[in-house]
């Protein structure tokens, strides 16, 4: 069995074209090619513990990935989530690999999808791209996106004048030319591409903002208790997309839509039917579409594959 | 992260004391001091996977075993189980140790629960020991014993004469007095301290060959399709321990005789309880005792936690 470090990792992702691949395990998520059993939590005193795993028929590896969030650990001068994940042989069950990514390999493959999401549902001409959050995983929605979408003009909010200076000019260093507010109408009144990537556990975009034409990528809400959009956001939307129906019916906007009475389950596609061309996807650059990512195992099977195949594994 | 081999497992095994280890992780798990989520599982074309995971409370570390069983492996010259272990700081989530065991902590922690079970519930005075199977299991078994039950002899029962002849002199090796026979029967008519370790999906073992005074441990039946003993034999029993009582509502001897009709489940007690003495053992030699051993987590816990310190974690 292969050990590979983190900073193995960092070294590889670089070189890795991971969109064609994160886009080949969403299609086969949607074709139903992938088997992915419910998600194993454990929940202790300090943290807590999800188990995701899975694998795609036909292929090499399955994958088992153990993530953790440990919300003491900054005073302990740790970071707050960690994780790994581990690769088999799908014929024998042998370990391959362990990739001690401490979740690196999650963040990444969270990027990738919204830039996946953004280049099946964006306006054909982006004009500014909104960002609502400044942590690690808004500057990763942001760097993936150069691959996507033509655009270089960024409109940024967080909660606070520290974190957005910060994030400025980091963005500004990676060629985006960044401007920041503290209102958050702002970014939905002047922006058609907008992600959020924020733990929030209330809606920080409102309805009452939205402009026709506007895409909407949520990253967020990855548990029942947290919320990016009103509700409002996702009922007048033309296209609801989410990673994985059946997650949706648990966490994330699309849950809290549906609960809030504002949309129904049945209209929800899937991003793995939108990259294949089963479902339809935005029709005129007026609609309104919102994509919602929980993030499925899938996309570790994709990631995990990749970094270990370029490893020499 | 600390990587033990199974080489380096095989050379710490020997210096440990685990009875006492295991009994107070039994007593916990009985005390509601653990916390065991169900087991995860995947199903592949060769084979399968099971996740095991848990705690217990106010200890150091929480465990994730991830086991496997491919049953093609054996064409391939490979063995059909594997299987690792893995440590995680319950403080930080950090993980500490992986235990690269290939199922051989699995197989201990087995053997070690049934003398366990053996040293509550035999009857005083053991005059022949009874072994169904002969493989790697009923080995561990009778080896496990030694340290609980003042006899040698031994009658095994397997259904082959070649496999019953290599068990024999095995344990005749390791200081045994060794018959064997073909007649299953045998067994309960001529030992009163039984250990069952097949994975038969029908019964072995009669009630119609049940005498008084015989304690039963079986340790094969971990999936809700196997059974070794004849319902009637729980039946008849005196005392019925389930190592999970929630455990053996769905998979095991308890399962099938509860699903015959044949018991109840609310005559079933935990081992955990009466290692600690909450619930009585048996009160006389005459009295029949089967105890029904699935495999609960918190087993894993305590042995990959004993390896881990004695490796110097």
Redesign the interface.
């Known amino acids: 069995?292969k050990?590979i470090t983190r900073e193995q990792i960092q070294r590889i992702l670089p070189g890795l074209d991971l969109l064609p691949e994160m886009e080949r395990a969403f299609v086969a998520y949607s074709q139903g090619n992938s088997?992915v059993?419910?998600v194993?939590?454990?929940?202790?005193?300090?943290?807590e513990?999800h188990?995701k795993?899975?694998?795609i028929?036909e292929e090499e590896f399955?994958v088992?990935k153990?993530a953790?969030?440990?919300y003491?650990?900054r005073a302990?001068g740790?970071p707050s989530g960690?994780g790994?994940m581990?690769l088999?042989s799908?014929?024998?069950?042998?370990?391959e690999a362990?990739l001690?990514d401490e979740g690196l390999l999650t963040d990444v493959r969270t990027g990738v999808a919204g830039a996946i999401a953004a280049r099946h549902l964006a306006p054909s001409r982006v004009e500014q791209i909104g960002i609502v959050g400044t942590g690690t995983q808004a500057r990763l929605q942001l760097s993936f996106l150069k691959q996507v979408v033509d655009c270089n003009r960024v409109l940024a909010w967080g909660p606070n004048p520290a974190g957005l200076e910060r994030f400025r000019r980091e963005m500004e260093a990676e060629g985006f030319h960044v401007r920041t507010t503290l209102d958050s109408a702002e970014i939905l009144k002047r922006c058609n591409l907008v992600i959020t990537a924020t733990p929030s556990r209330k809606p920080i975009l409102r309805g009452r903002d939205l402009v026709k034409g506007t895409h909407i990528t949520a990253v967020g809400s990855d548990t029942p208790g947290k919320q990016e959009l009103d509700p409002q956001i996702l009922h007048r939307s033309d296209l609801v997309v989410a990673d994985s129906l059946s997650q949706c019916r648990e966490r994330g906007e699309i849950y809290q839509a549906c609960r809030a009475g504002m949309i129904h389950h049945e209209q929800v596609i899937e991003l793995g039917a939108v990259i294949s061309g089963k479902e339809r996807s935005r029709s005129s650059d007026d609609q309104v579409s919102v994509a919602d990512l929980t993030g499925v195992a899938v996309q570790d099977i994709a990631i995990a594959t990749a970094v270990f195949r370029a490893a020499g594994g």
Chains 1, 2 share one sequence.
């Open positions: 069995m050990v088997v059993p419910p194993g939590e454990m929940i202790l005193d300090r943290g513990v188990i795993y899975g694998f028929r399955y088992i153990i953790s969030g440990f003491g650990n302990l740790l960690n790994m581990m088999f799908q014929k024998t069950g042998e370990p362990i001690l």
